[in-house]
């Protein structure tokens, strides 16, 4: 059993910054995937980034790439999703999730993930 928690939502105006921390306990961290996906009102759940367990592979939604950044510190079982130029568009909850994948792939789908945390409002204000 893996347990997530996330941190560091908030309100932001359009064009600022937030980062939001993931912390994992339970089990081996680094034997894990990670990935951030948000759901907005009436909307599904979206892929927003992904990371391999080491931390060497990464990969982002078209809408997101060149403004987010995902991170992880193995030593300190935490996955980060640091965002820039917020827009608009970019609010919703946000969830952190963890699949086992220690062969350093990861995933671009929620069923395929194992874990989820409880989620964090992010809303940007025009």
């Known amino acids: 059993q893996v347990q997530l928690v996330e941190s560091g939502g908030g309100l932001v105006q359009a064009g600022g910054s937030l980062r939001l921390s993931c912390v994992a306990s339970?089990?081996?961290?680094?034997?894990?995937?990670m990935a951030w996906f948000r759901q907005a009102p009436g909307k599904e759940r979206e892929f927003v980034a992904a990371?391999?367990?080491?931390?060497?592979?990464?990969d982002y939604a078209d809408s997101v790439k060149g403004r987010f950044t995902i991170s992880r510190d193995n030593a300190k079982n935490t996955v980060y999703l640091q965002m820039n130029n917020l827009k608009p568009e970019d609010t919703a909850v946000y969830y952190c999730a963890a699949a086992l994948a220690s062969d350093g792939s990861y995933y671009y789908t929620s069923a395929q993930y194992d874990y989820w945390g409880q989620g964090t409002q992010v809303t940007v204000s025009s």
């Open positions: 339970g089990r081996i961290f680094s034997n894990y995937a």
């Open positions: 990371i391999s367990w080491s931390g060497h592979s990464t």
